[in-house]
Structures are given as structure tokens and as C-alpha cells.
């Protein structure tokens, strides 16, 4: 009797084990429903609410998410339109703090936030109306901000590569030309740099 307990017979051991981990098996398939595949449309909404999740998108960004997953532009466009009406897409909010974040954390100008704010599909008008926070004169006080930032770096170099390095560095954060050759050339003055005979133009090095 042991010995067959212990072969594995039909009331062994070994057969009940068996006979569960079969039971198991068979129970958990029948527990497990597979679940209806998902229609265009919730699948674009799981989408959307995945990316706004992390972080807040225009609706271009959204849109183009859609369109490289195989969602219709008819359904991505009624999908969009219903996350605005309920305000989960807010270009214009998001615009807004766009350029208090990239002008405070980065100090780009108004040029450079209009152009990134471009690309990320926000139209014309919002772009121009989230700009209108930031006047000349706080984009002229950043300048100086970053320039005074930048100017121990570049002491005991010439003085014309120094205005060079450093108008550079605003002409690529966005601010004009102009604005940027005033700023550093005060800067470099008041460092007591001699800049009377310095010309209007430069190149960023």
C-alpha cells in the first residue's frame, strides 16, 4: 500500500498532487474572461489620459500621439474635442505657464518661446497672448541676469571675444540683437572695459 502511495497511483501521493495542479489549471482558465478588444475610441482616450497623466500636452502633441498608434483622424478628432470641452486640453493654459516656466527656468526670450511654442502646434494667437506676460522690460532684466551669470567666465579673455561669447549666448535664448549688444556692452563697462569703439555687429562663438 505504501509503496504504491508512493509510485504514484490513482490514490497515491504523487496522483493527488497531480490531480490539484490539473484542477488548479483548469480553474483558472475557466476564472480567466478574455477581455472584448477595445473600440478606436476608448483607445484613444487611454491614450490621452496616459500622456496627460505625466505631463499636460497641447492638442497637436495629443493628435500626433493618436496618429502613429492607428487611431482614425475622425475618432482622434471627437476624442480631442471632448477632452477640451471638459478641460483636460487647455492650449492656451498651457501656453501660458509654458512661458512663465521656459522664461524663469531658462530665461529664454519671447522669441525663442514663440518658436518652441510653435512647434508644439499652438495656434498664433494663443502664442501671442500667452507672450504678453513678459514685457520688454522684464525680458532686458533676465538678459542682465544671465550676462552677469556668464561674465566671470569669461574674464581674462579679449574684449571682443567676451562680447562675442556672451551676445551670443542671448541670441540663442532668443533675445534681439540689440537688446543683447546693450546689455553686455553695460556689463562690460561697468567691469571697466573701454566699449566706445565697438561696432553694432557680432557672431556667437
Given at each position: 500500500m505504501r509503496e504504491q502511495e508512493r509510485s504514484g497511483g490513482p490514490g497515491g501521493r504523487e496522483g493527488r498532487r497531480e490531480g490539484r495542479r490539473e484542477g488548479g489549471r483548469e480553474g483558472g482558465r475557466e476564472g480567466r474572461q478574455e477581455l472584448p478588444p477595445q473600440s478606436p475610441e476608448e483607445q484613444a482616450r487611454a491614450i490621452c489620459?496616459?500622456?496627460?497623466?505625466?505631463?499636460?500636452?497641447?492638442?497637436?502633441?495629443?493628435?500626433?500621439?493618436?496618429?502613429?498608434?492607428?487611431?482614425?483622424?475622425?475618432?482622434?478628432?471627437?476624442?480631442?474635442?471632448?477632452?477640451?470641452?471638459?478641460?483636460l486640453i487647455d492650449d492656451a493654459a498651457f501656453a501660458g505657464a509654458w512661458v512663465e516656466s521656459r522664461h524663469r527656468g531658462r530665461g529664454l526670450a519671447r522669441r525663442a518661446l514663440a518658436r518652441e511654442l510653435r512647434t508644439k502646434g499652438v495656434h498664433a494667437t494663443l502664442v501671442d497672448e500667452a507672450l504678453e506676460q513678459l514685457d520688454s522690460e522684464q525680458e532686458e532684466q533676465t538678459a542682465r541676469e544671465l550676462v552677469e551669470r556668464k561674465l566671470r567666465s569669461t574674464r581674462g579673455l579679449e574684449r571682443d571675444k567676451r562680447l562675442r561669447r556672451l551676445a551670443g549666448m542671448l541670441a540663442r535664448k532668443g533675445y534681439a540683437e540689440g537688446m543683447a549688444l546693450r546689455v553686455v556692452r553695460r556689463a562690460l563697462e561697468e567691469e571697466g572695459e573701454d566699449t566706445d569703439d565697438l561696432g553694432l555687429g557680432y557672431a556667437g562663438d
Open positions: 489620459l496616459r500622456l496627460l497623466t505625466g505631463m499636460p500636452r497641447t492638442r497637436r502633441q495629443l493628435a500626433d500621439a493618436l496618429d502613429k498608434r492607428g487611431i482614425p483622424e475622425e475618432v482622434s478628432q471627437e476624442v480631442l474635442s471632448r477632452f477640451e470641452e471638459v478641460g
